[in-house]
């Protein structure tokens, strides 16, 4: 496989485009550019979100996501949407309630790119709320994990946020603080749960950080062992040093960037000035 080494600024500036080349208009495609930058930079996958969206891609446009609300429980149908531009704006929704409440509940399902929910775990968790997030996919795509899992504590008091999380594919025998609302059942497909709350308020969600990561910290004897991400010290190893990324990789995102340019042609180039 050709590889090439992408500067952190190189990859923030092709990101809006490339997204818009999507077809995804100014502001969300902004948002999303956050969301995709920090992805590719922690677990190495935002350019895996980027290419199924592309396959996926309607050719009549991208359809609108619906909205529905039961108390604190929140279900967004995607209807075929990628979760990564409204990744951001998840996070801004079930920060509102959690703050409100003491805890929220989300679930975005018919969506895809389930490589997005480490981000919106990390931003709930850097709010102060303690996080537990999961994905289902329906169908096992090669670019997509079939099953993740990832938790955080809230307030980290200026320290980098510690995401835990179970080995892809694994930990079908967790108890997850949402899969305890049983009018909410798991077992639909394509489905990103989210479940945070402030620390004290919410009964299941404290119960399971808990019961999961005593003091602190994963119990050393579990069957199956959380592994740990820092990713306030990977994003700082980004910035500092870039990354050496798939050569395809990068090709794909700026031929999504080319998908905005006029064509080159001799009133182009007169209008250009």
């Not at 102060?128 to 997509?144: C, D, H, K, P, Q």
């Not at 050393?220 to 592994?227: H, I």
């Not at 031929?255 to 009133?267: D, F, I, Q, T």
Request: aromatic share 8%.
């Amino acid at each position: 496989m050709k590889t090439i080494h992408v500067s952190y600024g190189e990859l923030v500036r092709s990101a809006t485009e490339g997204i818009r080349g999507l077809g995804f208009p100014f502001g969300q495609a902004d948002d999303a550019a956050e969301a995709f930058v920090w992805t590719q930079s922690v677990t190495g996958h935002g350019y895996d979100i980027l290419k199924i969206a592309d396959i996926r891609r309607p050719k009549d446009g991208w359809p609108r996501h619906t909205l529905s609300r039961d108390g604190h429980y929140i279900e967004i149908r995607l209807n075929g949407l990628p979760i990564l531009p409204l990744a951001l704006r998840v996070a801004d929704l079930a920060t509102s309630i959690a703050r409100r409440v003491g805890e929220a509940h989300l679930a975005l399902t018919d969506g895809f790119g389930g490589w997005i929910i480490h981000y919106i775990v990390w931003r709930l968790a850097e709010r102060g709320l303690n996080t537990v997030g999961s994905w289902f996919a329906g169908s096992v795509e090669s670019l997509e994990p079939s099953r993740q899992v990832v938790a955080a504590f809230g307030g980290n008091s200026g320290g980098d946020t510690t995401l835990f999380k179970l080995p892809l594919n694994s930990g079908s025998d967790v108890v997850l603080p949402h899969a305890q609302l049983a009018a909410h059942p798991l077992s639909l497909n394509n489905r990103l749960s989210i479940s945070c709350g402030k620390p004290g308020f919410s009964v299941a969600i404290d119960r399971f950080f808990a019961e999961h990561f005593p003091g602190g910290r994963p119990l050393s004897n579990a069957p199956v062992q959380w592994k740990t991400l820092l990713p306030r010290q990977q994003l700082q190893e980004m910035i500092a040093n870039g990354a050496t990324v798939a050569a395809e990789n990068h090709a794909h995102l700026i031929s999504l960037c080319s998908r905005l340019r006029v064509p080159s042609s001799e009133r182009s180039r007169r209008q250009a000035g």
